[in-house]
């Protein structure tokens, strides 16, 4: 129901030679008459890494009709829409077309193209209209974060279990030395994706992925982490849950420090009731 004009304000004669960028602004604010969609996504966007490069005078640097369409704006529950799920990989990888063709090789972008939805797509880690540099504290794929991230589908409460993968991941994560060093605030020690990768994420199995047994050394002796990591490293068990009979020799030394623990204390508890009944007798016999 809008006119060519309603956008294209600058259009005062036809013919015209030229027309500007369109500022989807000027319907898309806060408290619009037009009942455009509100929010605070434009601000969100002037503080993003694609509103501060276009601040910048990156030419280059998206705007909304980049993601959104110009003239072929649809409803992102439209296959057909740019921003529909399924379409967002292909979408961003207009620009980022390497991390695209790597991303699209990965466990999730397999997933995508086979129709899971449950799988996540660039938006769901990076954000949308608040896309922060991995560098910047606040971005949801910042060393600080990415754990954070991860565990909205890998934690408890996550989707990944209805596919078979564990959800104690993040739970074991975050009692590892790593998960206790990253909490005490360590930017340097390592996270999910300094193992499982960023957008190259594949399944232990796959001979390509950086968790498969034969990748691990070369995964762990990265600079800055463990160099001259050996074999052994990939002989010892990762994402140790003692509470699971899958730790192996772990789960029974857990078992038994664990009934060692309650026995201890039963036994002290009743020595101290008998103790105590003994004083009692010992009193009343006294007057």
Not at 165 to 190: C, I, M, P, W, Y
Request: hydrophobic residues 30%; negative net charge.
């Amino acid at each position: 129901g809008k006119e060519c004009t309603d956008c294209h304000s600058d259009i005062n004669e036809i013919p015209h030679k030229t027309v500007k960028k369109v500022n989807c602004r000027r319907c898309h604010y806060s408290g619009n008459p037009v009942g455009a969609p509100e929010g605070q996504l434009y601000d969100q966007y002037e503080h993003s890494v694609h509103g501060l490069e276009l601040l910048k005078g990156n030419d280059k640097a998206p705007v909304c009709q980049d993601c959104h369409g110009g003239h072929d704006v649809i409803k992102s529950d439209n296959v057909e829409s740019k921003i529909y799920w399924q379409n967002i990989p292909k979408m961003c990888g207009s620009c980022h077309i390497e991390i695209y063709a790597i991303y699209n090789e990965s466990v999730h972008g397999v997933g995508v193209v086979n129709g899971v939805e449950d799988s996540p797509v660039c938006s769901d880690c990076h954000g949308e209209h608040n896309i922060q540099s991995p560098e910047d504290d606040e971005s949801r794929v910042s060393v600080s974060r990415v754990s954070q991230t991860c565990t909205e589908c890998h934690g408890a409460k996550g989707v990944v279990n209805k596919y078979g993968v564990k959800t104690d991941r993040s739970a074991t994560f975050e009692h590892s030395f790593h998960g206790v060093a990253q909490q005490l605030g360590n930017k340097s020690v390592a996270n999910c994706a300094s193992c499982h990768d960023y957008h190259d994420i594949r399944t232990e199995t796959d001979p390509k992925s950086s968790v498969h047994p034969d990748n691990i050394p070369e995964t762990c002796g990265r600079e800055g982490c463990h160099p001259g990591a050996t074999a052994q490293f990939a002989s010892g068990q990762i994402h140790i849950n003692p509470k699971s009979e899958d730790s192996g020799i772990l789960y029974y030394i857990s078992k038994f420090f664990l009934i060692l623990t309650v026995s201890t204390l039963l036994g002290l508890f009743i020595f101290i009731i008998m103790d105590l009944f003994r004083r009692a007798k010992n009193a009343r016999a006294k007057r």
